[in-house]
Structures are given as C-alpha cells and as structure tokens.
C-alpha cells in the first residue's frame, strides 16, 4: 500500500490501468511486464530505485486488475516494506577509548565523530555517516538499534501502524549525523529507531569511473568490513518478538526454528531483498545483545578475518565454519568488552514470495553450526 500511495502522489497512478497501458506499451519496459508481473513484492521491494520506465510497469501493475491464476494475494499485501537497512547499532563499551582502538586498529572501521562519551565509526564500503556507535558504559550489550526507511511518510506509517498495535512510540530529534527519528521497543525490550536521514560521507571512491575493487587506503591487516549486516537479539518470548516484527513492521521469516509445538521459538528476519536477515531473534533475555553481524564477500573473507584475529590475538568463539540456517560461512569473536561480534554471508538469498525454511528444534545445533553439530556453552551467553 505504501507503493501505490507513493504512485498516486507522485501522479502516476491516478487512474485506470488501461489510461496507462499505451504509457507502458511506448516504453521499452513494456516488454518486461510479463517478466515483473509475478513480483508483486519484489516490486514494491524495488520502486524506489528503478527507473522511469519500469516506474511505469508498476504503475501499470498497480492499477490493473490481477488474474488469480497468477498472482497470489495473501494477508501480507498490505504490509509496510520500506525498511532499507540496518543502519545503525549502539553498542555499550565498558572503555570507550580501548574499544575504539580496537575498533580502528583490528577492525579497520573508520572513525567519523567523538565526543560525549560517543565514538562513531562506520565500515569501508558505507556511504553513510555511521553504522556503529561506540557509547562509555557501565554495563555491556546493546543500546539501540536504527532502521533506515525512505523518508518521513515511513516514519508516519509506521507510527500508525505500531499505534495501532498498542506500541508507545516518540518522534527524537535530529541526533549527530542523523535527521528526526521515531522510536519504539520491541516486545523484547530492545530500542528501536526509524530514520531517513544520514549525512552521506561517502566509501572513498567516486561514483562514476571506480575503477579500483576498494578504496587504496583499506587495509587488509584490519578485518575491515565493507558494512553492517545484522544483528542477533535475545528475547523471552521469541515467538512474540518475531510476530511484532512481522505483522508489525513488515518483515519476513527467512527461517525458522520450531518446537514440538509448531510455535516459533527462532527467526531469521529480512526487510531487503537478497539477504537471510536483517534481524534474527533467539530464545534468551529480553533486551540483550547475542552478536552483531558484519557483511562479507564470501568464504575466504571469513577465513582473512580469522586469520586477521589470530595475528592480533583476539580468541575466536567458533569458526572459521558454516551455519547450516542460511548455509552462511561465519566466524565469531568478542570485542574488548565482550560483545560478540561475526564476520558473516550468507548464502540462501529468499526472494520475499518464499516459504520460511523450517527447521525443528531437534536439528537447531546443526542449523546453527552445520559441520560441528554442536554449539558451544559460551555461545548461548548474551552480553
Ligand atoms: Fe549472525
């Protein structure tokens, strides 16, 4: 609904579909419209960055009458999906200043701002400002974590749509870097902010002609993560948590973990294509942090971030391995104050049209750690 409210402001969708089929038809995109008519999802997924002409397939798409036979419509159509990223996590340092040279000289992430017992850093390969920030604390864990949507009609949206749901929510002020958000909990107790604005810095490269892999300056001794991927949260109610984000945020289940139940008690969220999750929520304490995912290319980044801790002496929790859920390569470490942290990619890539894979809680050891079949006690713990 988002997208056809979005098609109707913009005037692209004031009428019926037939006044826009010559529209479609002159354009080049036309001959894609049988290809795209199945991905109704995928389209609303993708609006956002097409082009004028495939604006109009939309357009087209949005209007016309859809044939049963071929278009299956669930309960999920009218879901929100305009979650771009994770884009921001706050992590609790027990020495702020040990754990940004950490951060800077194992990590390799780049420091963009300091100040008022914050650092905040963000990954090579990010345009925006910051992805991680570092806050001085007594305790370890997580602080907040930040989506990034288009723009403020989300914000509105999404207002109503947790409102509805009986959740409080508040409009902050613009913050370092970052524009107005809107702030809620999640029935896991876990601060969550919605925001659409972020000073761009860029990756360091241009946008036009980048004609080296990465920016000279990236240095390959440092585990230096092109970005943020995902982050792992506990919670008591899993199955709780996993509807809120759902039915009420409008993710969707990559996989899952059940009990002899059927009832959820594991989730592998996603609000963007291609990817296993943005979000994963496990059984544990309410308002915790189990890990924070970095992205990488593939296996051998994961085996050079192993081999990068080694050299630096950061013990490795488990890993160089696989996961059997989202058959991902991963390897995990602790910071300096015992948050987990993973170096991650996975490699089921769900379109959102997908079943959740599911797996019983019988085989979760080896959906988490496909090749051990066994998960370490120090693995459960959450910081
Ligand atoms: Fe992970």
């Excluded at 702030?183 to 810095?201: A, C, D, I, N, W």
């Excluded at 009832?263 to 059984?283: E, M």
Aim: with cysteine; net charge negative.
């Amino acid at each position: 609904m988002l997208c056809r409210q979005r098609l109707r402001d913009a005037g692209y969708c004031q009428g019926r579909a037939e006044e826009f089929l010559p529209i479609a038809i002159d354009s080049a995109a036309a001959a894609c419209l049988m290809l795209y008519l199945k991905w109704d999802r995928m389209l609303c997924l993708k609006w956002d960055s097409w082009l004028l002409a495939k604006k109009k397939i939309l357009l087209l798409y949005a209007e016309i009458e859809r044939d049963p036979e071929i278009c299956t419509i669930d309960e999920k159509e009218d879901t929100a999906m305009s979650i771009w990223r994770l884009g921001y996590v706050e992590v609790r340092s027990l020495d702020l200043e040990r754990d940004r040279h950490f951060w800077q000289e194992v990590g390799g992430l780049i420091e963009t701002e300091r100040g008022d017992g914050h650092v905040y850093l963000k990954c090579w390969d990010e345009q925006d400002h910051h992805s991680v920030i570092l806050k001085q604390d007594t305790t370890t864990g997580i602080e907040r974590l930040g989506f990034k949507v288009e723009g403020p009609r989300d914000l509105q949206e999404y207002e109503q749509k947790l409102r509805t749901a009986g959740v409080e929510t508040a409009y902050i002020p613009q913050d370092i870097a970052r524009g107005e958000a809107l702030r809620f909990s999640t029935p896991s107790g876990h601060t969550v902010e919605l925001y659409y604005q972020m000073e761009k810095v860029g990756n360091g490269m241009p946008r036009v002609n980048p004609v080296t892999p990465w920016p000279k300056d990236v240095n390959w001794n440092r585990l230096s993560p092109a970005r943020l991927d995902h982050l792992s949260l506990p919670a008591a109610d899993p199955s709780q948590t996993v509807a809120f984000f759902t039915d009420v945020l409008g993710f969707r289940l990559s996989e899952r973990v059940e009990d002899d139940k059927r009832k959820t008690v594991a989730g592998w969220l996603f609000a963007t294509a291609n990817t296993t999750h943005n979000v994963s929520i496990l059984k544990g304490p309410n308002a915790k942090l189990h890990h924070i995912g970095f992205r990488a290319d593939d296996w051998t980044e994961i085996r050079r971030a192993a081999d990068v801790l080694t050299m630096n002496d950061v013990p490795i929790e488990i890993g160089p391995t696989r996961h059997g859920i989202t058959r991902g390569f991963t390897v995990y470490f602790r910071d300096p104050s015992g948050n987990r942290f993973e170096f991650f990619v996975d490699s089921v890539r769900p379109d959102p049209d997908d079943e959740p894979i599911t797996w019983t809680a019988d085989q979760l050891a080896r959906g988490v750690f496909l090749y051990e079949k066994n998960m370490p006690e120090s693995f459960m713990q959450c910081s």
